[in-house]
């Protein structure tokens, strides 16, 4: 039961760098979400997708671009990496949410840090 | 990881006693909520979900309760134990997919 699976779980860049975070679930889960998280605030949206080849910005876009080419993978991609990009980034999955009695709550992996000097 | 609890309010309770946590959420039209727990260094596990048609729901240790008229939601956990111990935030839900996550409560158990 892997779930959902990010790699790297540990990066340092330098500013201006670009990489590419991974993110895999098997759970055959529709929507998928890329959030931040950073001390003293709550998980924030950055990009999420309804489907295979579908995405959309969240609460905090900017900086960051992603691709949902197959329906297990979310890419999330730094293009030209800043310091204010220093976080904790968590990928996420789930089903798509109904009205009714069927509860579907995301499912979370274990996050990157990823810190850019 | 630990940096992410810095600031984050923290609740000590004694091995055996019940948690309360507490949690106030903003948007009247959430539909759904759920408590996850975060333990240093993981994602965010889930714990237990509720219904706005719902006040109450129980697990296996754990209740949620929710209150739509103050906006509030609590989570109680009963015969607290060392491995509760983590960061523990609701999340309000409306539409399809739109999350609203709190910052957390730390839960420190105490031998």
């Known amino acids: 039961n892997a779930g959902v699976t990010q790699t790297p779980k540990f990066r340092v860049l330098k500013t201006g760098q670009s990489m590419t975070l991974l993110c895999a679930q098997d759970m055959n889960h529709e929507y998928m979400y890329w959030y931040r998280q950073d001390p003293g605030m709550g998980l924030r949206l950055i990009h999420y997708s309804v489907g295979e080849g579908t995405t959309a910005k969240g609460e905090v876009p900017d900086g960051y671009n992603v691709s949902r080419l197959k329906k297990q993978n979310f890419l999330l991609g730094l293009e030209s990496a800043a310091p204010s990009q220093t976080s904790v980034y968590f990928c996420?999955?789930?089903?798509?949410?109904?009205?009714?009695?069927?509860?579907?709550?995301?499912?979370f992996g274990d996050g990157t840090r990823l810190s850019i000097l | 990881g630990e940096s992410v609890g810095l600031h984050l309010p923290t609740l000590s309770v004694q091995e055996g006693d019940n948690s309360i946590i507490n949690c106030a959420y903003s948007n009247s039209a959430s539909d759904y909520f759920i408590w996850y727990k975060q333990e240093s260094g993981k994602g965010p596990q889930f714990i237990i979900d509720i219904r706005s048609n719902m006040d109450k729901r129980q697990g296996q240790r754990v209740t949620v309760l929710l209150n739509k008229t103050v906006k509030h939601l609590s989570l109680q956990i009963a015969a607290t134990q060392p491995g509760d111990s983590a960061v523990y935030f609701c999340?309000?839900?409306?539409?399809?997919?739109?999350?609203?996550f709190g910052t957390g409560t730390r839960l420190k158990v105490l031998a």
């Open positions: 996420a999955s789930s089903y798509p949410l109904t009205t009714g009695a069927i509860n579907q709550p995301q499912h």
């Open positions: 999340a309000e839900i409306s539409g399809t997919y739109k999350y609203i």
